[in-house]
């Protein structure tokens, strides 16, 4: 009940397109879903988060959508750009005293140029 | 850059040692946990410390053991190096209650 499964594994798109990042959970009592990009050798980097009481949230060129009925939210990255190459984790999080996330085994996106 | 500092950036050490590594958290907050990523894998959770005592523990033995300090700076230990605890080693500083977790650059652990 604790896992976060995000898919696809690996995605390769052109530049400017918009690549789609899928996640689901079952642990119905998270309420915190951030998204995070990880470049390598590097620490992973807080993108966008969103709470289950809205359906949609942009920050930029990034986009998450929730869908709390089915337990899924997905990250839409717009007009992408070869910079945007990294790996993408999604993520899932109690905001209580209890508080730690369980993340996804992440998507490696390549942006052609 | 997000503020959180951590050493050493890279460690090789043998099975059966002990590693201490250290982490000093973003200005302001007060809650650091610590993140074990394997090659190819996402973060796995180990601990979560709070007002210097331990808040949370993922699955990970008790070889597995950390510090918080009152200027909220952490250290996570691990005793009796195993090959399978080569991995880049995350720490994670946020303010209690907001949600936002802020990650290292980690260290990279190789137990040869």
């Known amino acids: 009940q604790q896992q976060v499964k995000q898919s696809p594994q690996s995605l390769i798109v052109q530049k400017g397109g918009i690549p789609i990042i899928n996640c689901a959970y079952e642990?119905?009592?998270?309420?915190?879903f951030p998204w995070y990009q990880q470049f390598p050798g590097k620490g992973p980097a807080l993108l966008i988060a969103?709470?289950?009481?809205?359906s949609e949230k942009k920050e930029g060129r990034f986009t998450i959508s929730f869908n709390k009925s089915a337990k899924q939210f997905s990250l839409h990255i717009m007009d992408s750009q070869p910079g945007d190459s990294a790996t993408y984790f999604c993520a899932a999080g109690r905001m209580d005293s209890s508080y730690k996330l369980i993340f996804g085994s992440g998507t490696r996106l390549l942006v052609r140029p | 850059e997000t503020g959180v500092t951590q050493s050493p950036t890279h460690l090789i050490k043998t099975r059966g040692q002990q590693v201490t590594l250290r982490c000093s958290s973003q200005s302001g907050h007060n809650t650091v946990s610590w993140y074990q990523q394997a090659l190819g894998q996402g973060p796995q959770f180990i601990f979560q410390y709070y007002r210097e005592e331990e808040n949370g523990r993922g699955n990970f033995p008790p070889r597995f053991s950390g510090l918080q300090f009152p200027n909220y700076s952490s250290e996570l230990n691990v005793n009796a190096l195993e090959l399978d605890d080569s991995a880049l080693y995350l720490c994670?500083?946020?303010?209690?209650?907001?949600?936002?977790?802020?990650f290292g650059q980690g260290t990279r652990l190789t137990v040869v």
């Open positions: 642990n119905t009592a998270f309420d915190y």
């Open positions: 969103i709470r289950p009481d809205v």
């Open positions: 994670a500083s946020s303010l209690k209650g907001s949600g936002e977790a802020f």
